[in-house]
């Protein structure tokens, strides 16, 4: 049975996959994580390039349907490079968050939390204003935060630290809306939604990437009729750790983890 490809930076992209395994149980993914090298977000276009070919040739070994490219980062610097790279049909993580965030807001002043790649592509900035005009929106680097949520041992009051100091300035440009452009951050929504206060549409573009991967394998009739065989989850870091993130972290109670060897 051929599998969806799931690949980030770290752990972040498990929240794609818990969509995708509330929406489409039947399907079977392998994720890759590059724990090795996260945080992406503060690399080189050209370093992280570099490490998402690799992670794309070790998946060549394995039969695919798709991928998913659950890292903002990723998607924001190269989502032509890799539809280019592949022969299966690639969705990235902005273009379904953008839409969302633009038909969400009401009074037009959107923000953005991303990596620090990811703001200064701003790719979520364009693709939210093509899709609906006169919005202005924020956008905000939030450097710390993907090294400590990977590392569970951050402290509490470090993350909320950092979240206060990351959200002010949005708050002052009174955002109605604020998308969380990194596969990390919806792990912190708690904390988010404690920062802020509850007067906020929180966009996750989780549920829409996964909506619109269900759309295009149901157009191309690839859609599984019945679930057969199991996730595979791959790390290029430290496999009883990502196994145990696995287990916390998604639905899956006794998960295949192995290691990723991306030759990077
Ligand atoms: N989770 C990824 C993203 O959505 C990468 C974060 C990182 O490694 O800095 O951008």
Redesign the pocket.
């Known amino acids: 049975m051929k599998k969806i490809a799931i690949i980030?930076?770290?752990s972040?992209?498990l929240t794609v996959a818990n969509v995708l395994f509330d929406r489409l149980p039947d399907e079977r993914i392998i994720y890759v994580g590059d724990h090795g090298n996260?945080?992406?977000?503060?690399k080189s276009p050209e370093k992280i390039k570099e490490l998402v070919f690799g992670v794309i040739r070790f998946l060549e070994q394995f039969e695919l349907k798709m991928l998913i490219v659950a890292?903002?980062?990723a998607s924001a610097l190269m989502l032509d490079e890799l539809k280019a790279r592949v022969d299966v049909p690639v969705i990235g993580?902005i273009e379904p968050g953008a839409r969302m965030a633009a038909h969400a807001t009401m009074n037009r002043q959107i923000g953005v939390i991303?990596?620090q790649r990811?703001v200064e592509s701003h790719m979520y900035r364009k693709i939210i204003q093509e899709n609906r005009e006169g919005l202005d929106i924020h956008e905000q680097a939030c450097p710390k935060l993907?090294s400590y949520l990977e590392n569970e041992d951050t402290p509490e009051d470090a993350i909320t630290e950092a979240l206060e100091e990351y959200l002010a300035p949005l708050r002052k440009e009174q955002v109605d809306t604020l998308v969380m452009g990194?596969?990390?951050y919806p792990l912190a929504e708690q904390q988010i939604r404690r920062v802020w206060g509850s007067d906020v549409n929180l966009v996750d573009p989780a549920r829409e990437t996964v909506a619109q991967a269900e759309e295009v394998l149901r157009k191309s009739g690839d859609l599984a009729a019945a679930s057969q065989g199991e996730h595979l989850f791959c790390t290029t870091g430290d496999v009883p750790d990502f196994e145990e993130k696995v287990r916390k972290w998604t639905t899956i109670s006794r998960p295949v983890v192995r290691l990723a060897k991306t030759g990077t």
């Open positions: 980030d930076s770290g972040g992209g996260c945080p992406y977000g503060n890292c903002n980062t993580v991303a990596t990811t993907v990194c596969t990390h």
